[in-house]
């Protein structure tokens, strides 16, 4: 003889008010494959994406800071050759004495000294942005920067040679003072100011690239945010619905509870019938 009972409908509440829970404690509708499949596996690669594209930011953030820190360098250089410039002027013309040209062309010496220390010190992430390297002055090596998710999402700084061998200049810092003479000063006016237009075409190609990343930046942000947006459309849970499901739920498996405890006793009502 056998007695049917109704426990397996009375499961169904149960476990359905726990994957709601699950839901509601997460936050998400995906929390495991067998949630949605295909949901998880598009809402998996839109995450991949998406962190792709935070590294890609900060990617893009270092090389602008890279290149800003450049940029200010080569200003304070160009700062620099303004004053050599004024002092070569002061030089050239006959009412400077030999004596005042002497020292006003060792101040010049310590300029670009200063000018060379420039190059040699400025680096970002322990490279040497405006020479080779610390010790020589050779040009530095193009950057490339990664500033996308695809292999082809590049951005290139130039190379720059921003020392007085670069610029030019390096046989004013060699020369003798004592044969430094007007005429002297006055044919390195015009290298000064080749000079000095060598820097700006640097500060220019750099601004050039700190647009072109700047720009890169805020489309990845966008892309970021919207990629973001997508996998949370697909993952997220309506918090609203699953705590109104929630309840629902809980008032079925209390009535399931009750009548599980009704059919319990009318169960053993009737095997004491029996026996």
């Known amino acids: 003889m056998e007695i049917n009972n109704n426990i397996s409908q009375y499961q169904s509440p149960y476990i359905d008010q726990n994957k709601t829970l699950e839901k509601i404690a997460t936050g998400l509708e995906l929390n495991k494959a067998s949630n949605n499949a295909s949901a998880l596996s598009i809402a998996d690669n839109l995450r991949t994406q998406a962190n792709g594209y935070v590294q890609a930011l900060q990617n893009t953030n270092s090389a602008i800071a890279s290149t800003q820190i450049a940029d200010s360098a080569i200003k304070e250089q160009s700062n620099m050759l303004d004053n050599v410039k004024e002092k070569l002027l002061q030089a050239s013309t006959d009412t400077t004495s030999q004596e005042a ?3 006003i062309f060792k101040d010049i010496q310590n300029t670009l000294k200063g000018f060379d220390a420039i190059a040699s010190a400025t680096k970002y992430n322990d490279q040497t942005l405006l020479q080779a390297s610390q010790s020589s002055q050779a040009p530095s090596s193009s950057q490339t920067f990664q500033v996308g ?15 007085t061998l670069g610029v030019g200049l390096n046989d004013l810092v060699t020369n003798s003072p004592d044969s430094f003479t007007a005429e002297d000063a006055s044919d390195y006016l015009s290298k000064v100011d080749d000079a000095i237009g060598v820097l700006n075409n640097y500060r220019a190609e750099l601004g050039s690239t700190q647009n072109e990343l700047a720009s890169t930046g805020r489309n990845t942000i966008s892309q970021e945010i919207q990629t973001r947006a997508a996998q949370s459309e697909l993952s997220g849970a309506n918090m609203a619905q699953e705590i109104a499901t929630f309840d629902k739920q809980n008032v079925l498996s209390q009535v399931g509870a009750y009548t599980q405890s009704q059919f319990n006793i009318t169960q053993q009502s009737v095997m004491r019938l029996l026996t």
Do not use: V
Request: charged share 20%; glycine share 0%.
């Open 101 to 103: 040209r002497e020292a």
């Open 149 to 163: 998710t695809q292999e082809s999402d590049t951005s290139n700084s130039t190379s720059i040679q921003s020392n």
